[in-house]
């Protein structure tokens, strides 16, 4: 891979300044919003985020597009940088913890180079394509774990609110068929913080149903470069077409494929 265009600590310095202002603004925790309004205002605050951060990236690096610019789509050769001030956001307005902001450089579709951030603990995850991946500067690996029945595995439940009945209902399913397989299923993190924590040997596995790539890309680089596999649940290359996402190490993830293949296919009627 050619040397990247980027200065990665610079980079990481920004997110880490923008995400801590973000990190400060009260939660309306007093006030009687239902879901709704509380979504629109974290899509307020990252809008505001958004705005910032792109404008710093531009300035440096003006020939790097930005997610949702025309020339940037999953398969254009074109570079551009893929960012979400905050994942989690339920977690970010109920004032709870384990919410993170991550930042992604996407080249013909794939990260190069990634950034997940949790301003609560502290905690910086930094990836580049073919140099591994640290936590606030250490190098971390994924768990050595060979067992599924001693693994912990993180997912999502997605609000119905949000996804149709069915994937609602297929992500119930896949609880119930690697539930039985592993030691605990603990949803509890933004997803790309969970990714970081199957990069760093703190869950074992991470799943989740739909097609959201976007919101796995810049954690599923930090998992490969900690030594571990990536895939849709169906066990083909993790990308923009596949169903879901299924990362762990090499071994839990050859050990969880087929009761995840098998209840998406159940679920599909194949």
């Known amino acids: 891979m050619p040397p990247l265009m980027v200065d990665t600590e610079l980079c990481t310095a920004l997110l880490r300044a923008v995400t801590d202002q973000i990190a400060v603004i009260p939660a309306p925790l007093s006030s009687d919003r239902d879901a709704p309004s509380l979504i629109e205002w974290v899509k307020d605050v990252s809008k505001n985020a958004a705005k910032k951060l792109h404008g710093q990236l ?47 450089l996407i080249q013909n579709g794939t990260p190069v180079f990634s950034v997940v951030y949790d301003p609560i603990r502290v905690e910086i995850f930094v990836a580049v394509q073919g140099h591994g991946v640290t936590c606030n500067g250490n190098k971390v690996s994924v768990s050595a774990k060979a067992k599924a ?15 149709s009945e069915a994937e609602h209902d297929q992500a119930l399913d896949l609880i119930g068929a690697i539930s039985k397989r592993v030691f ?31 919101d ?8 490969t470069e900690a030594g571990g596999v990536v895939s849709d649940l169906m066990g083909r290359a993790f990308g923009w077409s596949g169903e879901g996402i299924l990362a762990s190490n090499a071994t839990l993830h050859s050990s969880l494929m087929p009761f995840v293949s098998a209840a998406v296919e159940a679920r599909h009627g194949i």
């Open 58 to 104: 531009a300035s440096l690096y003006p020939k790097i597009g930005w997610a949702g610019e025309e020339h940037c789509s999953e398969d254009a050769e074109f570079i551009y940088w893929l960012y979400d001030p905050v994942d989690g956001a339920y977690h970010y307005a109920q004032g709870l913890p384990l919410w993170s902001s991550s930042l992604a």
């Open 149 to 163: 029945s001693s693994a912990v595995v993180g997912s999502t439940i997605p609000p119905l609110a949000q996804v």
């Open 184 to 214: 605990v299923i603990r949803p509890m993190a933004a997803v790309s913080l969970q990714l970081a924590y199957v990069a760093c040997g703190r869950l074992d596995a991470y799943w989740e149903n739909g097609k959201d790539t976007t």
């Open 216 to 223: 796995w890309l810049a954690g599923s680089l930090l998992v």
